[in-house]
Nanobody
Framework: QVQLVESGGGSVQAGGSLRLSCAAS????????VDWFRQAPGKEREFVAAIIWSGTRKKYAESVKGRFTISRDNAQNMVYLQMNSLKPEDTAVYYCAADRNRERLGASQPDYWGQGTQVTVSS
């Protein structure tokens, strides 16, 4: 069982930065791949970024490539999403999710989800 708690969301102006954190409980967290997703009002949830268990492979949605960076610290059971050059279209609730398939990047149905954190970017 893995429990995930996101934090770090907030309101920023366009061009600003935020760092989201995903804190995990569970001794086996380091063996999970982790994905970030987001959902804007009236839109479907979309994939943002993913990292495998070791941190050696990552994947990004085209819309965030070059602006967002995913990383993890397995010793601290943490995954981060550094978001730079934020745009109003990045406004959404951001979720982290854990996937038992530790080598998979961007699971369609991860095994565990956090509760989400709101990110609002104003123009």
């Amino acid at each position: 069982q893995v429990q995930l708690v996101e934090s770090g969301g907030g309101s920023v102006q366009a061009g600003g930065s935020l760092r989201l954190s995903c804190a995990a409980s569970g001794r086996t967290f380091s063996s999970y791949a982790v994905d970030w997703f987001r959902q804007a009002p009236g839109k479907e949830r979309e994939f943002v970024a993913a990292i495998i268990w070791s941190g050696t492979r990552k994947k990004y949605a085209e819309s965030v490539k070059g602006r967002f960076t995913i990383s993890r610290d397995n010793a601290q059971n943490m995954v981060y999403l550094q978001m730079n050059s934020l745009k109003p279209e990045d406004t959404a609730v951001y979720y982290c999710a854990a996937d038992r398939n530790r080598e998979r990047l961007g699971a369609s149905q991860p095994d565990y989800w956090g509760q989400g954190t709101q990110v609002t970017v104003s123009s």
